[in-house]
């Protein structure tokens, strides 16, 4: 499998402050990337006032971190829309509009990420407020390994992936990626780069 290439990435940062841009320009090639916007372990990031065209994966995706903000922004999905995943604790998406919806899903809770070990908490602390389709359709969220969000003044429909199938999915995975020793040991992220 080859690595991601993101348009812009931000790993284990504090304060990022994203505001007011189309990403990427209008003159470059979304194709040419994976994910658009890239976030892993960063703290207090926060995206606003921003229109974000989808790579052949996602608009944004995050793994692991906290306090993340998405506020006043339209994002243009080819793929996904948004990802959080990593047991990243505390995401608001608030005032988003999704133009077209994305062919997994609009906004994808939980998924697997190559820092996914048993015991480790889920995705959790996920506020969707104000959060529309362009076209007036429902926004279809997808949780896999991740608490319910708190859902307001959203025209939403959640989708909840059964634990019976991507527990099994995740363990197999986790296996191919560091092996069946470790699957209930934590990874060490100054030594694993993710490429999930």
Not at 21 to 27: G, K, L, N, S, Y
Not at 119 to 137: C, E, F, L, Y
Not at 141 to 157: C, F, Y
Request: proline content about 4%; aromatic content about 10%.
């Amino acid at each position: 499998m080859a690595a991601d290439k993101n348009f812009e990435s931000y790993a284990a940062k504090d304060g990022v402050l994203i505001e007011n841009r189309t990403i990427p320009p209008e003159d470059g090639n979304v194709l040419d990337y994976s994910d658009i916007l890239k976030f892993s372990n960063c703290t207090n990031a926060t995206v606003d006032g921003c229109m974000i065209h989808g790579g052949t994966e996602d608009c944004i995706d995050i793994v692991r971190g906290c306090g993340y903000t998405f506020r006043n922004c339209t994002v243009f999905p080819f793929k996904n829309g948004i990802t959080i995943k990593g047991s990243a604790d505390g995401v608001l998406l608030e005032n988003i509009t999704i133009d077209g919806h994305g062919k997994d899903c609009d906004i994808d809770l939980g998924q697997f990420d190559n820092y996914w070990h048993i015991g480790r908490k889920p995705t959790r602390n996920i506020v969707i407020r104000n959060v529309q389709m362009a076209d007036g359709s429902r926004v279809v969220v997808r949780t896999w390994d991740a608490e319910v969000p708190l859902i307001e003044n959203s025209n939403v429909k959640l989708v909840k992936m059964p634990k019976i199938l991507w527990w099994p999915y995740f363990v197999f995975r986790a296996i191919q990626t560091r092996g069946i020793r470790n699957l209930k040991k934590p990874v060490d992220s100054d030594t694993f780069i993710s490429t999930t």
